[in-house]
């Protein structure tokens, strides 16, 4: 049932550590996204896919590396863990140009 | 460059009383224009949008947003508010002349509803 699924809904790790968030969207929409909540609860975005094809690309650091195997998914790499990368990752999917449906989100925490 | 702006960080209001969330956006053309709402440790939910046609657009819940195009706001509205309403909300624009276009979000404002 779920549109926009993401795993694992909680991640606890260590600095220097490498980590992987996935998600998947069953809404047939040809693009996806991640954003990045932080503390103060501004959403930034970061990457945007359209059908596995990378279209949007932030100022993020190269830690950073996302994948996309086929449009239904979109999974976010993360090198070299560091504590300012501590917040949480919203996937996203749009089709066309309509709104965005979000997952659940990521809780990142780098200890 | 596109932005949105939401001018208060926090507003209060009396259950029963009508709410308005302020939101003006900058676009080079044509605005999409959303709001979405956040509870505690949840993703974002649609509310509404605003493509084309009525000014007035009626969502989810109740609520609803005007569009502006001459003060570039889309303020979201409603006219009874209920404690359930409490969360984070935030106001989004995008730019549809744009190629490879992203929605950007204000900085959320975060409602709260007393008894």
């Known amino acids: 049932d779920t549109a926009v699924s993401q795993t694992p809904k909680y991640l606890v790790t260590q600095m220097g550590n490498d980590k992987s968030i996935k998600c998947e969207q069953n809404l047939g929409h040809d693009t996806m996204y991640w954003y990045k909540q932080d503390s103060k609860k501004f959403l930034k975005i970061m990457f945007s896919y359209n059908n596995k094809e990378l279209i949007i690309n932030e100022t993020v650091p190269n830690r950073f590396s996302p994948k996309s195997p086929d449009k239904a998914h979109l999974n976010l790499h993360i090198n070299s863990l560091e504590l300012g990368d501590s917040a949480v990752y919203f996937c996203a999917s749009s089709q066309g140009s309509g709104g965005y449906t979000f997952g659940s989100g990521t809780r990142l925490t780098v200890v | 460059a596109q932005s949105v702006a939401q001018p208060e960080d926090q507003v209060n209001v009396a259950e029963g009383n009508p709410l308005t969330v302020k939101c003006t956006y900058s676009v080079s053309g044509n605005p999409y224009l959303f709001w979405y709402v956040q509870y505690p440790n949840r993703g974002l939910q649609f509310l509404l949008k605003?493509?084309?046609?009525?000014?007035l657009v009626k969502g989810s819940y109740g609520f609803e947003a005007e569009f502006n195009k001459s003060q570039t706001s889309f303020h979201l509205k409603k006219p009874s508010a209920l404690v359930s309403d409490s969360a984070l909300y935030f106001c989004?624009?995008?730019?549809?002349?744009?190629?490879?276009?992203?929605?950007?979000f204000g900085s959320g404002t975060r409602l709260s509803i007393r008894p």
């Open positions: 605003y493509i084309t046609g009525d000014n």
């Open positions: 989004a624009v995008r730019d549809i002349t744009s190629s490879a276009s992203k929605i950007i």
